[in-house]
């Protein structure tokens, strides 16, 4: 089942971003085409230059990093506990550890960066 889903999302991804690619492209061409040389900007995309928002990008992705590692940890000690809790092919149990601890990397990181906000 898992495989259909991914090879599904990667061929709508693609698509989407082909068809968004090919519209620009011909809405650029319009534009230039009736010497509208100045709104042919429009369509770039902004570049959010936020020095603030990425400034230790070294710390957040360790922090992920390190929860994600806490939460393989959690999933191995749980399994030596019980075993059928975390393994088999239906278990959702250490997918969702997994992603509480990964959750909680990015939560430490906003709060980190919201007490440096605050201070300054």
Known sequence: MMPEVIVTAVVFFATYHIIRLISNHLLKRKL?????YERVGILEEPKVENDESNR???LKWGLVALMTGLGFIIIEVMGLFNREMVRGRDAVLPLGILMVCISLGFLIYFFIM???AVKK
């Open 114 to 116: 919201n007490g440096k």
């Open 32 to 36: 230039i085409k009736a010497e509208q």
């Open 56 to 58: 230790y990008p070294s």
